[in-house]
């Protein structure tokens, strides 16, 4: 149904993680996907890979088992002005990153200094999802972001990870339903990830998709639904 996973980490991440790039490569293709997006964190997370890493990814192999590999990164947002941990000289070598706001690298604001550092980590051309903005801890203006993401050429995400009982990003599910209503409103795409970290997770799309199925959301308006849809809109120029 699904034919891809567009955020998980490997072992670089430097946490809850001990699998390597192929151990993911080889999971994604039980599920069965067709492509996996490595998009292990930004240096500015701790025991993170450093620019070197990201550097590399340029230089790895792009089918694995099968699989097709896509290298991005998850950048952490330092700032309301959109800042983030990796230069753009590496950014442009990968194939897509994402942009998220972590508790270690940025406090939790008003929900305009959220909402801004949101909305101007987009304007970055690299920047192409913008991960898990469902966080109870980073309240937004998600009308302000869906525009501003139909505006940067960016889609938002429906973590599954946040929407698991006992996730540690609160009851996001109110969140995400404001994302979806507003993305139906503007006819504007949502992509849906596990936010794996490691191999357990990947193609666990289940609290998301049923979020989705609840509400009736446009199956045109999921990405995951068409790996070359997907590839046409992260590298539109």
């Known amino acids: 149904m699904f034919e891809f996973d567009p955020h998980t980490h490997s072992i670089a991440s430097g946490h809850a993680s001990l699998s390597t790039i192929t151990d993911m490569a080889k999971k994604a293709a039980s599920v069965p996907l067709k492509m996996i997006g490595i998009t292990d964190h930004g240096p500015a997370t701790f025991g993170a890979g450093r620019p070197s890493y990201f550097r590399s990814l340029a230089m790895a192999p792009k089918k694995r088992l099968d699989i097709e590999t896509l ?61 898990h903005c469902d966080d109870t801890k980073y309240p937004v203006h998600y009308e302000s972001l869906v525009k501003a993401a139909r505006e940067y050429h960016v889609l938002l995400e429906i973590n599954n990870s946040s929407l698991s009982p006992g996730g540690y990003r609160g009851d996001t599910r109110p969140n995400d339903l404001a994302i979806l209503e507003y993305c139906r409103s503007y006819n504007h795409p949502v992509v849906l ?40 809109f992260i590298y539109a120029k």
């Open 71 to 131: 290298f991005g990164v998850e950048l952490n947002i330092l700032d309301n002005k959109g800042s983030i941990d990796l230069d753009m000289e590496i950014l442009k070598n990968l194939d897509y990153a994402i942009a998220s706001i972590h508790p270690q690298n940025l406090k939790p604001g008003t929900i305009s200094f959220n909402t801004d550092a949101y909305i101007n980590a987009m304007k970055n051309p690299y920047v192409k999802i913008i991960g």
């Open 193 to 232: 990830s596990s936010d794996s970290h490691g191999t357990e997770h990947i193609g666990d799309f289940r609290y998301a998709c049923s979020l989705t199925e609840e509400t009736g959301f446009p199956e045109k308006l999921i990405m995951n639904y068409s790996l070359d849809t997907f590839k046409e």
